[in-house]
């Protein structure tokens, strides 16, 4: 079978199980569309959490970064890992113990203020439309090659999908949902990278294939440093970035990872304390398999890549190329008129994106309107990179089809969570908190369905219109929840003294500048396009990693502003004070 017909095949059997598990968890009150009632088992959890962590960004940007990236991509590996553990070992347990729904409704208690809630919220939705940007354009991604559709009618698949189970079961039917699509993920990250493994290096264990020798007996990576040198690029395993710079991603990764609501209201949704605990310990273990793979799918992905399309006929080439191509995900143009793919340092195109003309060239490619004055001729989304793995490497068509639906797995997963943090904060931390407190369960459900609605088709735009690679936009929502969440929530729970003065004016300063940065100098939507290039960032620092000097920021003013006010009454010092017992802690707190 074709690995279209693969794919209908394969997607179609998960996408039912996903709907199916949807209608059987169908939540009936608040507390199962907000928490799934609070009685989910920690392996459970801790399958969910694992799927709902590793993204697309994860099982498609990360391995492709890498990729493209060499040495320099292990900011993302390091950050993303470290700040999950932070995550479980500092902050997940406490808040569990303080018992409340969401973050916004933790930071409103904590800082006894409708305002702090406010903020909250805002920053909740900031972070997570960014994030959830990036997963629909994984599922555009993947849906535009394997279904012959345009990226935009793969958004809009994806959309209607995550809605359905979101909108019908909350938290209820995201966490079983969930559960199954770590396994599919799993399996479909997995199953490549060992047959590959085994082509490449006769080692079944890709940990370890992508350091060992292949059958010429040249180490795996000697051999991808030989081939980019010798084609003019930086060695694989030399990196570029500046010390300051990487370690400031590292950290806006890691301290963001420990702020991320769709994350942490998963503790959440465990009976007690010590549950959190170990579902926090089962999904590092689940997480730990993907992202120990990572480096080497990028390995193999951009040895096969070189040694395939390098001074290559284009009427020679796979036609993999070809497919990926009709995409626009791929592109390339002869410059040098000898009809062969020259594959060089520096961008093919003049822009983030082929501008194609519509027409044909003389060997059959599409013509690019936008050309750069490089020598290189062809244009490589990194986003392909685990998608178009396995066809490069010759596998089978079932594995690229089951490929295709752990993609779309790890996108939707993040993507319902996310979705759920949205509504979750308009119906929950705003109307009901705020605007509405008598408001009926039955009501109130209805209104987060609603949100949920709204939330998933500014997702779509987004997914549509997304301001870079799936990792490197996630990156961003990192960024702004490491400026705004993680010290709210770290002086929230480890300092009785921190009040709500400090911890607003805190939060609004280090959002407030972690946004403009990202606004001038990742989107140029602020200043003047000349003036917002890489040579002019604040101390060398990347908009990926401005989150750092965000919360830096964050914590200094806080701390500040705290000293001029009273302390918090006594009943919240007292909460502060019991959140930190480790014992004690009963059911999530009812509203």
Known sequence: ?????????????????????????????????????????????????????????????????????????????????????LLALLLAPYLRKFGKFTVPDFIGDRYYSNVARTVAVIAALFVSFTYVAGQMRGVGVVFSRFLDVEVNTGVYIGMAVVLFYAFLGG?????????????????????PAIFISIMATGNPIPQLGFGSAGEDGIYLLDKLDGLMTDLGFTAYTDGTKSTTDVFFITAALML????????????????????????AGYALLFIAILYTTAPAIAV?????????????????????????????????????????????????????????????????????????????????????????????????????????AGGLAAALSTAAGLLLVISTSISHDLIKKQFAPDI?????????????????????????????????????????????????IVMGIFSKRMNREGAITGMIAGLGITTYYI??????????????????????????????????????????????????????????????IPSGAGDAIDH
């Not at 009150?29 to 088992?41: I, L, M, N, R």
């Not at 938290?171 to 997995?190: D, H, S, W």
């Not at 990872?257 to 579902?279: E, Q």
């Not at 890549?305 to 009427?315: A, G």
Request: charged share 15%; aromatic share 14%.
């Open 1 to 85: 079978m074709g690995i279209q017909t693969w794919t209908f095949i394969i997607v179609g059997i998960t996408f039912a199980l996903y709907i199916g598990i949807a209608i059987w968890s169908r939540a009936s009150s608040t507390k199962e569309f907000y928490v799934a009632g609070g009685g989910v088992s920690p392996l459970a959890n801790g399958l969910a959490t694992a799927a709902d962590w590793m993204s697309a960004a994860s099982f498609l940007g990360m391995a492709g970064i890498i990729a493209f990236s060499g040495y320099d991509g292990s900011v993302y590996l390091m950050g993303w890992t470290g700040g999950y553990v």
């Open 171 to 191: 938290m209820k039917g995201i966490t079983y949902t969930q559960v199954a699509q770590y396994c599919v993920l799993i399996f479909a990250f997995m199953v």
């Open 256 to 279: 963001g990872t420990a702020g991320l609501p769709h994350v942490i209201i998963r503790f959440f949704t465990v009976p007690k304390v010590r549950d959190a605990r170990k579902s």
């Open 300 to 404: 193999f992905a951009r040895t096969n890549l070189m040694e395939t399309v390098e001074d290559t006929p284009y009427k020679e080439i796979p036609p993999w190329f070809t497919k990926w191509e009709d995409t626009g995900l791929i592109a390339w143009t002869d410059k040098n008129g000898d009809g062969k793919i020259q594959y060089l340092p520096g961008s093919a195109i003049d822009g983030k994106k082929p501008l194609f003309s519509g027409q044909r060239g003389d060997y059959g490619e599409r013509k690019i309107s936008n050309l750069s004055v490089s020598a290189n001729e062809l244009y490589v989304d990194r986003d392909i990179t685990v998608l178009a793995n396995p066809e490069i490497a010759g596998l089978p068509n079932w594995i690229i089809a089951l490929v295709a």
């Open 440 to 488: 009926s369960d039955k009501k109130e459900l209805l209104i987060a369905r609603l949100a949920a609605v709204l939330a998933v088709t500014v997702a779509g735009y987004f997914g549509i219109h997304p301001p870079g690679f799936v990792a490197s936009v996630v990156a961003l929502a990192f960024g702004l929840a490491a400026s705004s969440f993680f010290p709210a």
């Open 519 to 580: 606004a001038r100098f990742k989107l140029g939507w602020i200043g003047d396009p000349e003036t917002s290039t890489s040579n002019d960032w604040w101390f060398g620092i990347s908009p990926e990693g401005f989150g750092t000097v965000g919360m830096l920021v964050n914590f200094a003013i806080s701390l500040a502003v705290s000293r001029f006010y009273a302390p918090p009454p006594e009943h919240v010092q007292e909460i502060v004070e019991n959140i930190r």
